[in-house]
C-alpha cells in the first residue's frame, strides 16, 4: 500500500508524524555538521525542498524538540548514535524571507520587521527574570514592526545573545530564501534602497557575531559579494554547479524510480524522465524536482507542476524586454539547439539589463537551463579564468511553460495576433496589416526596458513577436532568425514542414527617413535587400522552388507598420 502524498507539506515534522510520502534526506544533518563550515550559502532552484530541509534541521537540533525521536527513528541519520545524541540540543533561530513581496522598501522593511517581532514574541519567557538588564528588556520591548533601521539591523545579533546566555550554548540560525526580498526589489525598483540594509543586517547576524555556532541560508541565486556579502569572509557558497550536497535538494533517478514502483507507475518512467528529468548539480546529473514528482504521484498524470507554482515575473520581464541577442539566443533554445556562453554565479542584480552572461546565469540557478557540458580556459596575462558552458531548456515541462509565458505576452491583444497568424497563412496582405498595427500599438511598449523604447529600438518587439510565431506555428514551421543564407543574413525565415506549403521569409526594416520619404519606400528596400542577398538559397537548396517562397518586408516608423510582399 502506497504511502498518502500530501502536497504543499514543508514541515518535516507534519510529515512524520502523519507518515506521508518522504524521500530520506537526514544525511545531509551529518554531511552538513561535519563540514565545519561556519556559514553556508545554498542555492537551488524554487520546489527544491529547500524549505523542507530547513524544517528538517530545526527538529533535529532545536531545544523546543528536544529528544523527539519517533521523528527521526528508521531514518539514515538515527542509524548514527553520536547523532541520536545531538538531537536537540542548540538553541535554533529559524527565520524565512519567502514572503517577502513588497513593492516598494518601506513595505519590505516592514515584512522584514514583522519576521524580526514574531522570533521576538515567541522568545518573550527571556525577559523573565534577570538574565537580561533593564535596558536589554528595553531593547527586546522595542523590537516592532514599526522599529528603527538600527535596531532590526541588531535584532537576530542580539536574540542570539539571549538565547545563547539562556541555554549556555552558540546558536544554529538558519535563514530560508533569503533572496526574495533582492528579486523583488530588482523587479520593482527599488534595489539600491534595500541592498544597505541586507547587507547591515547579514553583517550583524553572521560576521560580527560571537553567540554564532553555525548558519545555512538558502535561495534561488548567489548574490554577488560586492552587494551585500561584501564583509562576509566565512562563507561557504554551495550553487548549482557544485558537487557539495549535489543529492540533497531534488530527487535522484533511483529515488524517483523506487516512488514510481510504490504507486504501481513503474511503468511511466520513461514519460516522467522526458518531462521532469534534466536538473544538474555539480557532477550529479539526472535530477528531478520534488514538486512536480509529488504532483505525478498524486495525479498520476504529466502536467505543468514546478513551472506554474509562480508567476516567474522577474524571467518573463528579462526576456520580453531583452535585446536582440538575448531573443534571438532563447530561439534557438526553443527551436531544440544549444547555448554556448559564460556564466557568472554571483547575480550582480544591477547588470540584468546589460549583462547577457547575468540573464543566462539567472535561468540556470533558477532551473529553467541545465548544463550539458562546459569548458574551462585561462587567460593567463590577467590571472582570470573562465568557464564557457553548453546550456539547454531543463526538459519538456520548462519548454511548456516558455511556451506558455510566451503566448501571454500576447493575451490582451490575443485576438488580432491570431487573425494576422491567419492572414499571414493565406497571405492576405491587406489584413495582415490592419492586425499587424493593431497588435504594434498596444504592444511595443510592453517590450521596452524603460531605458531603450521599443520605438526607437523595434527589434525589441519584433523579435518577441518572432517568438511568439514559434510557439503558435511550430506544429507547421521550422521558424529560424538572423541566420547566414546567400550572401546574408536574413531577419525571419518560417520554412514549412510539409514542403507542399509555402514558406516565407521576413525582413524588419526602420524607416530611414533622410533616404525613405515614405513608407513604402522603406517596404521596398527590404523587399530589394531580400533579393539581392539571396536569402531564399538556403530554401531552394532544400527542394523548395522560388515560386512557392513568399517574401514580405515590413517597414516600421515609431510603432506604425507597413507590410509589402513580393506577390500581387
Known sequence: MPRTVGIGHQDFEKIR??????????????????????????????????????????????????????????????????????QGTFPVINLSFANVKEKDYQGTRQSINQ?????????????????????EKAYFQSVNGGMKEITAVWAIHKMSDFLSRYYEKKVIILLD????????????????????????????????????????????TRISKESIFSDLNNLEVVTTTSDKYADVFGF?????????EEFGLLDKAQEVKLWYDGFTFGSQKDIYNPWSIINYLNKRKAGLYWANTSSNRLIGKLLREGNREIKQAFERLLAGEHLITPIEEQMVYDQLDTNEWAIWSLLLASG??????????????DDFQEVNYELDLTNHEV????????????????????????????????????????????????????????????????????????????????????????????????EPRNKSEDAIIMEFKVQDQEEEKELCDTVKAALAQISQKEYE????????????????????????????????
Open 177 to 220: 530564501e533569503y533572496d526574495t526580498p533582492m528579486q523583488e526589489a530588482y523587479v520593482n525598483g527599488y534595489w539600491q534602497e534595500l541592498v544597505g540594509f541586507i547587507r547591515s543586517l547579514f553583517n550583524s547576524t553572521f560576521k560580527d557575531n560571537p553567540y554564532l555556532e553555525r548558519a545555512i541560508m538558502t535561495g534561488i
Open 368 to 381: 529553467y537551463l541545465k548544463v550539458v557540458s562546459y569548458e574551462k580556459y585561462e587567460e593567463i596575462e
Open 115 to 135: 519576521i524580526l517581532e514574531d522570533l521576538y514574541n515567541k522568545n518573550i519567557f527571556l525577559i523573565e527574570g534577570n538574565l537580561l538588564t533593564d535596558n
Open 252 to 260: 535522484t533517478e533511483a529515488e524517483v524510480f523506487a516512488s514510481l
Open 399 to 494: 519548454r511548456r511553460m516558455f511556451g506558455r509565458m510566451i503566448k501571454g505576452w500576447f493575451a490582451e491583444n490575443r485576438a488580432d495576433y491570431n487573425d494576422f497568424i491567419k492572414a499571414l497563412l493565406i497571405n492576405d496582405v491587406k489584413a495582415m496589416n490592419v492586425y499587424m498595427n493593431r497588435v504594434s500599438m498596444e504592444m511595443f511598449s510592453y517590450f521596452d526596458t524603460g531605458k531603450k523604447a521599443s520605438q526607437t529600438e523595434p527589434e525589441r518587439f519584433y523579435h518577441g513577436f518572432v517568438l511568439g510565431l514559434m510557439v503558435e506555428l511550430a506544429d507547421r514551421y521550422i521558424i529560424t532568425s538572423n541566420r547566414e543564407s546567400g550572401f546574408g543574413r536574413y531577419d525571419v525565415m518560417l
Open 537 to 568: 538559397v538556403y530554401l531552394t537548396t532544400k527542394g523548395i522552388s522560388s515560386d512557392r517562397i513568399r517574401k514580405y518586408g515590413f517597414a516600421f516608423c515609431g510603432k506604425k507598420v507597413l507590410i509589402g510582399s513580393n506577390q500581387k
Open 17 to 86: 508524524i502523519k507518515n506521508t510520502f518522504y524521500i530520506d534526506k537526514t544525511g545531509f544533518i551529518k554531511e552538513w555538521w561535519e563540514a565545519e563550515d561556519d556559514v553556508t550559502l545554498i542555492t537551488r532552484p524554487r520546489r527544491f525542498g529547500k524549505t523542507l530541509n530547513m524544517s528538517m534541521l530545526e527538529k533535529f537540533f532545536s531545544v523546543k524538540y528536544g529528544k523527539r525521536q519517533e521523528l527521526f527513528e528508521g531514518l539514515s541519520i538515527w542509524e548514527d548514535k553520536k547523532y541520536q545524541s545531538l
